[in-house]
């Protein structure tokens, strides 16, 4: 279980709780509970807001060919094709990934939800009590040396689940199918690389809707596994709580 507390702007303490998250009280001000089942989250009898989630996971305990077998056939051939070409995909856990990088990685996030024209930042203080508690990992795909795709995970000991990622996708003058062979390039790197420390899943971290998919969903189903429902559970506790909940709701 990962089970987090940073302080927002210094100040409110903020839990983030993830996997067998289910018999866990918090009276922290706010508390995340990420991907809950349906029981556990109409059970909370405190203010609340819940939000149901469909993801995809892949099955780790599989062999390489048979999760291999699963992905559509352009999905293989581009994995395949990056093999040839000169993109290098490097792992670190929390206390091996250079702040270099960690900057980088802010910096190409935060740019590309503005491009989007979207008000979403890179939250560092989460970032750092994750690195912390040891319970993220990232990786960098690179082509030609140049870092170009960052993915990062929430991790315990079984699960790997999809967090930040980024790429310079909608900047000027970059090739947008060299950074497509990257990142699923990158996804077959990381999802052998869980593999081989023996967990037992690989989650995308999210799909919008199964059944009407867009166009990130299509790049996640092409890699096949298995559609799964749960719900993100938001918890607002004490006298903080209720106020940031009003004013969230405002």
Known sequence: MVNIVYRKNGLIPIRHVWFDNEGLESSACITFYHGVSRPFATSVRKRKKVEKQYSLQIDLTLNAEAILEQMRKNVRYEI???????IIIKHFTSKEI????LNRFEVTYNEMYRDKGLAVKYNCRLVEAYMQDNCIEFSVGFAQGTPIVFHSYIVDTSTARFFYSTSPLRKKGVDSSLISRVNRYQHWFDICYFKQLCYKIYDFGGISNPQ????????????????????NLVVYSGLFGAMYSLIENI
């Open 98 to 101: 250079p702040q270099e990088l």
């Open 212 to 231: 009407k998919p867009n166009g990130i969903d299509n790049f996640k189903l092409g890699f096949g596994g298995n559609i799964v429902e749960y719900y």
């Open 80 to 86: 395949r094709r990056s093999n040839k070409e000169a």
